[in-house]
C-alpha cells in the first residue's frame, strides 16, 4: 500500500512545483490521521495544494470559504422543520465529507471556530444533542493568513492544538516559477489530477502506519523533547500531552513514506519541527532577542540527548 502514497504526491507535484518537501510533510499528517494548517501569504499556492490531494485520493470534499458571517451550522449542519413528517430533519453542514477544506481559517468569528473543535478531534458533529459521526476518512486541510494580515485574528490554543502540523510553503524558487508559468500556459494543472487511491485505499495506509514499531528508548526520547520544551527559558507554553502524540504519529508517518517498518531518531527529529512551532509560545525575552520557534526547537534537539542504537532505555 506504501506506494500509494507515493502516486498521490506524484499526482499533487503536477499542481505544485518545486515544494517537494511540503508535500512530503502533508502526505505524512494525512497518513498519520491528522489535520494540516497551512500558513503563508496569499497566493503561494496553500488552496491548489489542498484540492488537489482531495482530488489525487478520489476524496468526497467539501470547501468552505471563512468569513464573519459564516456560522457554526455550516459547518456542523442544522435541523429544519419537515411539514410532511411533522419532524425536525437533519441537514448536513460542510463537514460531512472526507475532506474539509477550511479556506482562511482565521477570518471567521470565535463562535464558528468552535463548532470545528469536536469535529476536528474527535470525528463527531452534534447539533441539537443529536451527535453524528462523519464519513472516515476525515481530514481537514485548513489555509490561513499570516496573523496580522487584514481581517484575521489569531486561532486560540486549543484549535491550533488540534492540527497535527503547521507548515508554511514560501515564495517558489526562481526557475521553479519560471517552470509554473510555463505549465499554465493553456489550461489548469488541477484538471489533470487523477485518482490513484480511494478513501478505502487511505484507511490501509492509515492503519499500516499506526503498525510502525517505536523503540522504548524512542519514546522515552519524545517524553523528553516534549518535557524540555515545558522548562525552556524561552518559552512560555511547550509541547501538550497531545503535542507528544502528535510527535509519535509524525515519526511513523515519514518511516512509513521511507520504506521502513520501525523509526529512528531521524524521523522524530523531522517531525519536531512540524508538530512544535503552533505549539510552543515564545516569551518576552525570546521575542526582544528576536528568536524564533525554529531556533528554539533547535536548540531543544541540541540539548536532549539522542538515543544510541543498543542503548538500554
Known sequence: MRNGAHLVMDEVRKVIVGKDGCIE????????????????????????????????????????????????????????????????VYRPGAAMCNLLLADEINRTSPKTQSALLEVMEEGNVTVDGVTR?????????????????????????????????????????FEDEVAMLKSRHRGRPLDHVAAVISGEELLAMQGETEDIFIHDALYRYMTRLSEFTREHELLEL????????????????????????????????AALFDVGVHRVRLNQKARISGKKAEDVLEDVLDRVKEPKLGEKP
Open 25 to 88: 510533510k502533508v502526505m505524512a499528517a494525512i497518513l498519520a490521521g491528522g489535520n494540516v494548517l497551512l500558513e503563508d501569504v496569499p497566493g503561494v499556492g496553500k488552496t491548489e495544494m489542498a484540492i488537489a490531494f482531495s482530488r489525487a485520493m478520489g476524496l468526497k470534499s467539501n470547501r468552505v470559504q471563512f468569513t464573519p458571517d459564516v456560522m457554526p451550522a455550516d459547518i456542523t449542519g442544522f435541523s429544519v422543520y419537515s411539514r410532511e413528517t411533522e419532524r425536525f
Open 133 to 173: 459521526q462523519v464519513p472516515r476518512p476525515f481530514i481537514v486541510l485548513a489555509t490561513q493568513n499570516p496573523v496580522g494580515s487584514y481581517g484575521t485574528q489569531r486561532l486560540p490554543e486549543a484549535q491550533m492544538d488540534r492540527f497535527l502540523i503547521c507548515i508554511s510553503m514560501g515564495y517558489p524558487e
Open 238 to 269: 511547550g509541547f501538550s500531552p497531545r503535542g507528544t502524540l502528535a510527535l509519535g504519529k509524525m515519526a511513523r508517518a515519514y518511516a512509513y513514506l521511507r520504506g521502513r517498518d520501525y523509526c529512528v531518531p531521524k524521523d522524530v527529529k
